[in-house]
């Protein structure tokens, strides 16, 4: 577990995180999620010792994959860091002139980890041939792919992965979807950042959102996932009922004898509503992440 406490970060005068407190628990993907700018690889940074808070602390909670415990320890005081975190924070910081299989071994040897370990790693992210390659020449997803490897290597039990599927092929971001569940299946934990809803929504089982570096949102995800898109279609000869006083709508737009709206109220209030209407189609969408965070945003 991360618990992370009253955590701000400034640079200079510019205030990147402010007052941040949240919990990663154990065994579960949580999806840490906002706008470019709100503070988020900046956390992850602070988290694991890569940049100092101005206050606050991040604070590690666990056993690594050797059976060691650990208690409300910050990441750079912990020993075998590779076996407890795998991290992804920057897809270009790679050594140009190596090889990507170079590459990977020099750093997991400087942790004690064998050859065959990294074999293991590139084969799980499709690089056993391209490996050979110098880093230099390798496309981003083929970097992110790079970096996916060396997080996994240590079998860490915790991964911190700031927007990981970035440049990565559809093909590719499902291989990597399996591999989180895979991992988690393992009981590792996971923060993922990612400002791609629809990843987040089919991996996370939690969500912390984040906005002008403040938490505005921290929940499980299918109580987070609350705004369902509304599509009614009245009979010709009537006009749709007006929706816009009604609570839990947002959004509305009526076009002829169509209406849709937002909608994360009551749902008996609503059906309640739309019986009075001589209805010829509904439509009511899957809860929709996007949407919410949106509500999320327009409330700070």
């Given at each position: 577990?991360?618990?992370?406490?009253?955590?701000?970060?400034?640079?200079?005068?510019?205030?990147?995180?402010?007052?941040?407190?949240?919990?990663?628990?154990?065994?579960?993907?949580?999806?840490?999620?906002?706008?470019?700018?709100?503070?988020?690889?900046?956390?992850?940074?602070?988290?694991?010792?890569?940049?100092?808070?101005?206050?606050?602390?991040?604070?590690?909670?666990?056993?690594d994959s050797q059976?060691?415990?650990?208690s409300n320890q910050?990441?750079?005081?912990?020993?075998?860091?590779?076996?407890i975190a795998?991290?992804?924070?920057?897809?270009?910081?790679?050594?140009?002139a190596r090889s990507g299989r170079a590459h990977l071994r020099a750093l997991a040897r400087g942790a004690g980890i064998p050859d065959t370990r990294v074999e293991e790693c590139l084969e799980q992210v499709g690089m056993t041939e391209a490996a050979k390659d110098k880093v230099g020449g390798y496309s981003l997803g083929m970097k992110q792919r790079l970096g996916i490897a060396l997080a996994l290597v240590g079998h860490p039990r915790l991964l911190i992965l700031d927007e990981p599927t970035n440049g990565l092929a559809p093909l590719m971001q499902e291989v990597f979807a399996t591999t989180l569940r895979e991992?988690?299946?393992?009981?590792?934990?996971?923060?993922?950042?990612?400002?791609?809803l629809a990843e987040v929504q089919h991996i996370a089982t939690r969500v912390v959102a984040q906005r002008g570096g403040q938490v505005v949102a921290d929940a499980p995800l299918?109580?987070?996932?609350?705004?369902?898109?509304?599509?009614?279609?009245?009979?010709?000869?009537?006009?749709?009922?007006?929706?816009t006083t009604l609570e839990g709508t947002d959004k509305v737009r009526v076009r002829g004898n169509r209406?849709?709206?937002?909608?994360?109220?009551?749902?008996?209030v609503l059906v309640d509503k739309l019986r009075k209407c001589q209805l010829t189609a509904l439509t009511v969408g899957e809860?929709?992440?996007?949407?919410?965070?949106?509500?999320?945003y327009r409330a700070v």
């Open positions: 577990m991360i618990t992370v406490e009253r955590l701000s970060k400034k640079y200079g005068s510019k205030l990147a995180v402010d007052d941040l407190s949240f919990t990663v628990p154990d065994g579960v993907v949580t999806g840490f999620l906002g706008p470019n700018g709100s503070g988020k690889s900046t956390t992850m940074r602070c988290m694991l010792g890569l940049d100092t808070p101005t206050t606050g602390q991040a604070l590690f909670t666990g056993t059976g060691n415990t650990y910050p990441f750079s005081t912990l020993k075998n860091k590779p076996s795998g991290a992804i924070l920057d897809a270009g910081w790679h050594n140009k991992a988690v299946d393992r009981d590792a934990t996971v923060l993922l950042s990612s400002h791609i299918n109580s987070f996932t609350a705004v369902r898109t509304v599509d009614a279609l009245v009979d010709a000869t009537s006009s749709p009922p007006d929706f209406v849709t709206f937002e909608w994360t109220g009551d749902p008996n809860p929709d992440l996007e949407a919410t965070l949106r509500s999320y």
